[in-house]
């Protein structure tokens, strides 16, 4: 094989590389790199606790309150996040414990507003459906934590 041959193959298969990978990050960009129509947690639980349209209809209105008080949780603890770090700036941090403290009661809020969503979630259970709720409780956690969210729900339970 003459230089010139290698040195063609050499472009066409870096060309072919680049393409596959814009393809690969052009596809991740837009949202498709997970199963189709996966929605995440909600359609788990709609279906986990087999909702009826009512349901789900109730469920989507506790999951807008939630997702309000989350929001604002989290806004308040990122400006008393950003307020800590700048102690970092000065050599005597007067308000880091304060602001540790703020910290933690927002970490605290946050859990309390899940478990209440969870407690809401729970009163839109009929009757048959209170032991398909007890089953999801265990596997709450792994569906909401931040290593499994917009990857794959907890394996099935035996």
Sequence with gaps: MTKVKLLGVAVVVLVLLNVGTLAMLLKGRHGHSGPPNREGPKAI????????AEQVKAYDELIAHHQVAIRASDADMETARG?????????????????LNVLGNGQRTIE?????????LRSLCRPDQRADFDLLVDDLAGYFSHSTLGERPPPPRD
Excluded at 45 to 52: A, G
Aim: avoid cysteine.
């Design 112 to 120: 309390a507003t899940h478990f209440a969503h969870f407690e809401a």
């Design 83 to 99: 307020a800590l770090y700048q102690e970092l700036k000065s050599p005597t941090s007067s308000a880091k414990d304060s602001l």
């Design 45 to 52: 639980i709609i279906e986990r606790l087999h909702f009826d």
